[in-house]
């Protein structure tokens, strides 16, 4: 499926280009994207803060990745905080109850994940955050 969008979500490392993902402004790429914690808090691919917000667009397709530190903190998708229930729509390898604290979530958002979804430890609520879903333009 070819797909229009604004150059500026791209990056490049090497000879390879990425559809890309923003974390607080920061451009990262849509494969490989560590996940670890530090002093408490997610950090995503050591780019922007700690429990940085996201945004990731539709019909494409992202990773996280699940470093070795993330062992005591499963890592989930939600519907909502706390919403241990409800499957995000395009996700493969996300437990929403239990969260995962090794191997990746394979993450496609399509029309049916909604705009808002979230990040949260399963162990500990605070450690969170936001990622707006956002359809190419």
């Known amino acids: 499926k070819w797909v229009f969008f604004d ?3 791209l990056t490049s ?7 890309t993902a923003k974390i607080d402004d920061v451009t990262i790429p849509r ?10 808090k997610f950090v995503i ?3 922007g803060s ?3 917000t996201l945004t990731c667009y539709r019909e494409t397709n992202y990773d ?6 993330v062992e005591n903190h499963p890592f989930a998708l939600r519907i909502a905080p706390g ?5 995000v729509p395009g996700t493969y390898n996300n437990n ?3 969260g995962i604290n090794s191997g990746k979530i394979m993450f496609t958002p399509n029309d049916s994940t909604p705009n808002t979804i979230y990040y949260q430890c399963t162990f500990h609520p605070s450690m969170s955050g936001l990622i707006y879903i956002k359809t190419y333009e």
């Open 13 to 19: 490392e090497g000879d390879d280009l990425f559809y």
């Open 96 to 98: 929403p109850l239990l």
């Open 50 to 52: 700690n429990n940085p």
């Open 7 to 9: 150059p500026s979500w």
């Open 31 to 40: 494969e490989n994207n560590w996940i670890t914690i530090e002093n408490g």
């Open 83 to 87: 919403n241990t229930q409800d499957q």
């Open 64 to 69: 996280f990745n699940m470093l070795a530190s």
């Open 45 to 47: 691919n050591q780019f």
